[in-house]
Structures are given as C-alpha cells and as structure tokens.
C-alpha cells in the first residue's frame, strides 16, 4: 500500500501564490519519480511538474518561471510552489508517484482543489 494525500490548495486571487504538500506513506527517494497532475473541468489531466529521485525536474510550458517542484526525503513530502497564479491554473491537483522501471504514474493522492478567480 502507496498512500499519497495533498494539502494547501484553495482560493486565491490571480497573482497569488500557493503551496500544496504530498505526504507520501513510504520514502519517495525509492520512486524514479513524483509528479503533479491537474484537471480542469472538461479537459485532459496534465502533468504540470515532475521531479526525480535524482533531483532533475521538469515543468509543462505553461507554469515554467511560475510553478517549482521540490521535495523533503525526511519527510516523505513533495512540493508544489505556485506563484503568479492565473484564472487558467484552476483545476484539481494531483500527486503521483512513478516507480522505477514503470514508465508510468502508478500510485495517486485524492486531489485537492486549487481556484484562481478574482
């Protein structure tokens, strides 16, 4: 068992900022990678925001300069830093966690909840 639970989304006005955790049951150095997905109503999930075990990172075109991923090995926690925050970023946020080997996102969290809207 793989339990992934998101915190800190919520409102917040266009050219604010928020920080979502992913507290992860076991170590996430044991994972090649996690990542944050969003969905927005009546569109596709996208993968916004990955990191490595490695530390190496990527970030979908549209929240580069804006959105920073990061992690706390000790703490089992990943990060999502989302600053400058616009109208179009709404959508519900999701933790995975990919498994060396895989080549896919196995293991997800619940989603929480992140509206920009003035």
């Known amino acids: 068992q793989v339990q992934l639970v998101e915190s800190g989304g919520g409102l917040v006005q266009p050219g604010g900022s928020l920080r979502l955790s992913c507290a992860a049951s076991g170590s996430i150095f044991g994972f090649y990678a996690m990542g944050w997905y969003r969905q927005a109503p009546g569109k596709q999930r996208e993968l916004v925001a990955q990191?490595?075990?490695?530390?190496?990172?990527n970030y979908a075109d549209s929240v580069k300069g804006r959105f920073s991923i990061s992690r706390d090995n000790a703490k089992n926690t990943v990060y999502l830093q989302m600053n400058n925050l616009k109208p179009e970023d709404t959508a519900v946020y999701y933790c995975?966690?990919?498994?060396?080997?895989?080549?896919?996102?196995?293991?997800w969290g619940q989603g929480t909840q992140v509206t920009v809207s003035s």
């Open positions: 990191i490595t075990s490695g530390g190496s990172t």
């Open positions: 995975a966690a990919q498994s060396v080997g895989s080549g896919t996102y196995r293991y």
